[in-house]
């Protein structure tokens, strides 16, 4: 191992930039019986050392880079207690989540002055165009607004009006929507007709094995024609994790991502990373496109390995990059949801997500390093606002 590392670091032969394939070849055999070593009960001391001498060169040939943990919200020390069960971005950029314990949904401002502020937007008890609002279930952002499945099985449309966090409630007709039950927990929307504001609604119904396409209503008031279903054959969707639309449909399912093309499977598959003698097989839990369909890139968090993989949504399906995510309290990231904010000036995107009561963030890109230290300073506690009337 010794040998192979040496030969592939030489900086005479300079091999990753003059023979990058044989340094690869190189250093890998090296992991390998490293792996062979430590199994045999060589010492941990020197295996390490020489661990940590390749991975600088082994996470260039990977294509990875480490992305710092950056707290953007944290709800622990608010005056009610939130637990996180799903994240989005909303129509005017910030995050909305769903509380657990309440049901309600949430705007967050982390930059409000002279506090971090909460506010609800939706929550379970109200009565408002002749039915009862229930606990929220799933979340979904799409053109101007805010859309909210409830545990009655109502669809309910929430509209910024200002900056502030004001905004209109309205309940969307869904034909059928009645019939969606408690494991419809995904849905998304994909613009019907830009420029409109229009956009159709997909929900992934597990009890039906097939995923619902409804048309929106020319005036903006709702679903009111049937759904068809988007897939050809139905199929078990029971262990489906995530969705993203970009005109093709991507799903994530048993920790394998597959795009599905006019409700079929496509020839698309991601490329395998390479990596295997340093990491398992991805076992994908979150999926997110960025850019328009066959183009751009899926962005998909491997939970088992604790990274974030960038794929090409070209017909190889390469591995661009990796972000390994870099926390300073603890190794293991519990991600619930989030989402890739893409950055205005076609920089570096963002990846925020949720854990527990909080909401944190990560570039993927160039490190981030706010004040010169891993970690935010702690924020001021939030301030959580609760609606004292009916919205």
Do not use: H
């Not at 992991?31 to 070593?37: C, I, M």
């Not at 869904?174 to 969606?180: P, Q, T, Y």
């Not at 003698?277 to 999926?287: A, G």
């Not at 997110?288 to 899926?298: D, L, Q």
């Amino acid at each position: 191992a010794r040998r192979a590392i040496d030969e592939a670091l030489n900086p005479t032969t300079n091999l990753l930039v003059n023979d990058p394939d044989r340094a690869r070849k190189l250093l890998i055999a090296a992991t390998e019986n490293l792996n062979t070593a430590e199994a045999g009960g060589a010492q941990t001391a020197e295996i390490e050392a020489l661990r940590d001498q390749m991975s600088p060169a082994l996470n260039k040939i990977f294509f990875l880079t480490e992305a710092t943990v950056i707290e953007v919200f944290d709800f622990s020390s608010a005056s009610v207690p939130i637990a996180i069960t799903a994240i989005t971005q909303g129509p005017d950029g910030y995050s909305y989540i769903i509380d657990s314990y309440s049901g309600a949904v949430y705007r967050v401002d982390p930059g409000a002055q002279p506090n971090p502020r909460a506010t609800v937007v939706f929550q379970p008890g109200y009565e408002l165009y002749g039915s009862r609002t229930g606990r929220a279930q799933a979340i979904m952002s799409s053109g101007p607004d805010l859309v909210v499945f409830d545990t009655s099985s109502n669809l309910w449309r929430w509209r910024p009006a200002d900056t502030s966090g004001k905004g209109t409630l309205v309940k969307l007709r869904v034909r059928d929507g009645e019939l969606w039950g408690s494991d419809v927990k995904i849905i998304s929307g994909f613009a019907a007709d830009e420029g409109t504001g229009l956009y159709r609604l997909y929900a992934i119904d597990p009890s039906a094995r097939q995923i619902l396409r409804y048309a929106p209503a020319p005036d903006g008031t709702g679903y009111p024609a049937p759904p068809t279903g988007y897939l050809i054959t139905p199929t078990s969707l029971a262990s489906v994790e995530a969705l993203a639309i970009d005109g093709d449909l991507y799903l994530s399912q048993n920790g394998a991502i597959r795009r599905y093309v006019g409700g079929a499977v496509d020839e698309w598959v991601p490329a395998d990373p390479g990596d295997g003698v340093l990491r398992s097989t991805p076992q994908i839990s979150l999926i997110f496109s960025a850019g328009a369909s066959r183009t751009g890139v899926i962005y998909a968090w491997d939970n088992k390995n604790q990274r974030m993989l960038a794929y090409s949504k070209g017909s190889s399906g390469s591995v661009l990059a990796q972000y390994k995510l870099l926390s300073t309290d603890t190794s293991v990231l519990n991600i619930v949801g989030g989402y890739i904010s893409l950055a205005r000036d076609g920089g570096a995107p963002t990846f925020v997500w949720a854990e527990g009561a909080r909401i944190r963030s990560a570039v993927l890109g160039t490190g981030v390093t706010p004040g010169g230290d891993p970690s935010a300073a702690p924020t001021a506690a939030p301030v959580i606002e609760l609606p004292s009337t009916q919205p």
